[in-house]
């Protein structure tokens, strides 16, 4: 695959374009009003990832990126364009190691954080909970411990809902500094103007809420707790984040950083960045190939697993493509540089996988609009639950401890989590395996078709003619045959020319030499050998009469979709016929065993091709395809799937040429070989690198797999608020039990989501 197919997948749009790094999102809530805001500008079209910490917005020549940025200013937040991944910002953490990226940095702060508010924490709960350790004025050694946590610790909670206070707005971030605050303020109250603060003081831990007198009883460690698991949820969050983006990140990092160009024939190390199209340089072995390139002089094998997934390493010469990134493994290539920087296949590939991860699957939609809202519904929930238990003779201690664990326990960070964790890593598994989505809307395609369409040539097979049989006459030899037959062919570009003298070269003959060499204009082609004339014609265009036993070989060769041609030598009433040559195209090996599972994961696949119906059906039984429409035009494919689809089927198309563009953007779902033209890539939903069938099961089990983990983090995220409000209300769950809960939650969906990360290729 080059960098010309790969550009394919990212052409076609008109409006301008951009991606924007986002900083001071907390939650959900903070990505969905960044997206309404900008979403309200004129002719703007954006989508805001919280997973990713980054905005794809689309906008007019009205709109300027100072609008765009400005407009994030106005909602509390920053924005600025994403950098070029080989200029990814990085911040020297004055350590001497490597410079750490933003995020990177921020995890070890937030880890710095979560540490000390640990360290203060644990003592404070720990005397809470064991009445036997409550010694003298122990309530005020844990206020000593507490306030720093509750301030320092806290403090990215406060800020955040405090930068959204003055912009009208509430997040999850309110819930918590709300909750936290009211807990440790309603603690000073009781030590400082109530009993609480009384030497002697004892009083149990419950995991429920409890009646009581308020200004005798503290929450320090409900405010302590809630804070210190808060911020270790965030973090084993932010972490979680930064590994489901590393196959983005290890596609940024893979190229070279350095190149050995030629100049004046002596070789010279320049920085990647100086390399310029049209320049030589040379590679290695071991070493990676620098740019997208075509190889002027040498030989060896290119390990592509990077791009392809086939840890098979593929041999190349002279006059073939590489890419950049991928790994020479054993002989020297000198290699013209024909892309470089953005325009490389590599670079084309992060930013697909890039753009999908930041858009949206339709399952997602209703996350955001719940998030939207949910923050205002909880505050008027947790004042509700106050005011009930008040006005029903609760207590004090049960309507503050039931409204701050309604406060806490409803963050709908899992909510935000659900959809775009699954997204990235299950897009760049697929990209490590070879499968580039076009976008997240594919995910749900995938699972609810039932019918698949096999393009013949290109998809199934292979698209390179080969030779199948090799029938000579009477008193000659199938060497000899292949070897007259080769040197005629030598002189031709045509592919049954260049399959027939392959086919000799790999069975080592002795092709003579030809002269006289002449194209006979869609006859076929003639040459002199020895002093005769040779010539290789197909049957129409041979008038000779042909023994019985060729014309059947020939019959038969037609009737299963080969091409024959006959090989005479002579002229005119002197000619006598050689034997005849069988070339065909050859089906891919791996074509009947993918088709079978195909089939096993409730597919039911169609062979659709222009081909005549008895190749088509020679083939369709090679690899166990039952149904078979042939002898159709581009306009005829279109017509058979809407057919299909009209019956209420889901239909996927599966092609490589440009006669397949239009049934592949017709079709619930295309898939494009990345072996065939751009016009294809670019009308397909998904592009498999590989060119092989095997990639078509592997991208549908790993989309599948991926929209299932999608819809269970969206279950577990919707049962568990659903489940855990109306407990907190009931006081049936104590604050910084509530803040445990919250935390989890957001690990569990991520985590459930890097289980994608393990995903392995079907079975073969």
Known sequence: MTATDIAALTSGTTAREIDLELTGMTCASCANRIERKLNKLPGVSAVVNYATEQAHVEFPDSVTLDDLVGTVQSAGYDAAPVPEPSAAPTVDDGSGDVPQTRAQREVAELRQRLLISAVLTIPVIAVAMIPAWQFTNWQWFSLTLAAPVVVWGAWPFHKAAWINL????????????????????WSLYALFWGTAGTPGLRHGFTFLASRGDGASHIYLEAAAGVTTFLLAGRYFEKRSKLQAGDALRALAEVGAKDVTVLVDGREKTIPITELAVG??????????????????????????????????????????????????????????????????????????????????????????????????????????VL??????????????????????????????LATPTALMVGTGRGAKLGILLKGPEVLESTRQVDTIFLDKTGTVTTGVMAVRDVHPADGVSADELLALAAAVEAGSEHPIGRAIVTHATERGLTVPSAADFTNLAGAGVIAVIDGASVAVRGPRDVSVALPE?????????????????????????????????????????TSAAAIAQLKKMGLTPVLLTGDNRGAAEHIARQVGIDQVIADVTPDGKIAAIAAKQAEGHVVAMVGDGVNDAAALAGADLGLAMGTGTDVAIEASDLTLVRGDL?????????SRRTLRTIKANLFWAFAYNVA????????LLNPMMAGAAMALSSVFVVANSLRLRGFRPVAR
């Open 166 to 185: 003055r912009h009208g707005a509430a997040t999850m971030d309110t819930l918590v500094s709300v909750g936290v605050t009211a807990a440790f303020g």
């Open 279 to 384: 320049q030589q340089f040379v590679v290695r072995p071991g070493e990676k190939i620098a740019t997208d390139g075509v190889i002027v002089d040498g030989a060896s094998a290119v390990d592509q697993a990077i791009i392809t997934g086939e840890s098979v390493p593929v041999q190349v010469q002279a006059g073939d493509t590489v890419i950049g990134g991928t790994v020479n493994a054993d002989g020297r290539l000198v290699v013209t540089a024909s892309a470089v920087g953005a325009d490389t296949a590599l670079a084309q590939i992060s930013k697909l996988v890039a753009d999908a991860q930041t858009g949206k699957a339709p399952v997602q939609r209703l996350a955001d609009r719940v998030s939207g809202v949910f923050v205002p519904i909880v505050i008027a929930i947790a004042v509700g």
């Open 387 to 416: 005011g009930f238990w008040l006005g029903v003779g609760g207590g004090t201690v049960l309507a503050f401890t039931a409204a701050v664990a309604v406060l806490v326990i409803a963050c709908p960070c899992a909510l935000g």
């Open 549 to 589: 036993a060729l014309s059947g070989q020939i019959a038969a060769a037609q009737a299963e979709g080969g091409t024959p041609v006959i090989v005479t030598r002579g002229q005119h009433d002197d000619e006598s016929v050689l034997g005849v040559v069988v070339v065909a195209d050859e089906v891919k090996p």
């Open 694 to 702: 095997w990639s078509v099961a592997d991208a549908i089990a790993l």
């Open 724 to 731: 855990a409000i109306p407990l907190a209300a009931a006081g």
